[in-house]
């Protein structure tokens, strides 16, 4: 009898210890599969962060400003996102040559020049330039930059929505720019925005990050 008893009392006390196990896998398989869902989910916030890295990184490479070229290319785009000029900014030489493409739509490249009824906002005694309205798929218009500074320019038909652009010519010194001054108070919001980015990356690119007064 005592046999049995200690017998019985063995199956009994592995009986209770399996049965925790069994829940206890349970238990575990549930937050196992929280947890997995998880981790799929952050792997694929991951992803999408790393993609919008990558985006940046492609937008920051595509604005690049380098040394001065004797030419450079700028095209004139309409796209779902809006109407701009790509690269926003492109720098030159004195008497360096910047040619402008109508890669879409209906674009002018026009300086903010007193001559066009618009503040100045290129070096003083600098000539100023018009496109015209350019509606043909792959026309051109060139100007020949001969005074060295910062040229701000705009798009006639789309200028109200940002479609503004910048020559940097030569070296010039960032603190005697009437370019990089404050922007026109009678410009629309996307203008003032728009031409205070686009000083930003100038300054930058001028080896001066400070804000200007």
Not at 29 to 50: I, L, M, V, Y
Not at 132 to 142: D, H, K, N, Q, V
């Amino acid at each position: 009898m005592l046999q049995l008893t200690g017998s019985a009392a063995v199956i009994g006390v592995a009986g209770c210890a399996r049965a925790p196990t069994n829940d206890g896998q349970n238990q575990v398989e549930k937050p196992q599969t929280t947890t997995e869902a998880a981790e799929d989910g952050d792997s694929e916030s991951g992803h999408n962060e790393e993609e919008g890295g990558h985006r940046e990184e492609e937008d920051g490479h595509d604005e690049a400003i380098g040394a001065p070229t004797d030419t450079a290319e700028v095209t004139m785009v309409s796209t779902d996102n809006g109407y701009h000029f790509e690269p926003h900014v492109v720098r030159v030489n004195v008497g360096g040559t910047v040619t402008f493409h109508n890669e879409s739509g209906t674009h002018s490249t026009t300086a903010y020049h007193p001559d066009n009824d618009q503040p100045q906002l290129v070096p003083g005694g600098a000539a100023s330039w018009d496109s015209g309205i350019l509606s043909e798929e792959g026309a051109t218009f060139e100007h020949t930059f001969e005074t060295e500074g910062v040229y701000h320019y705009y798009c006639i038909p789309h200028e109200a929505l940002g479609m503004v652009g910048t020559v940097i010519v030569g070296e010039p010194d960032p603190h005697e720019q009437v370019a990089l001054e404050k922007t026109p108070a009678d410009k629309p919001d996307a203008v003032q925005k728009k031409l205070e980015e686009l000083n930003g990356m100038v300054r930058t690119a001028l080896g001066d990050d400070h804000d200007q007064a």
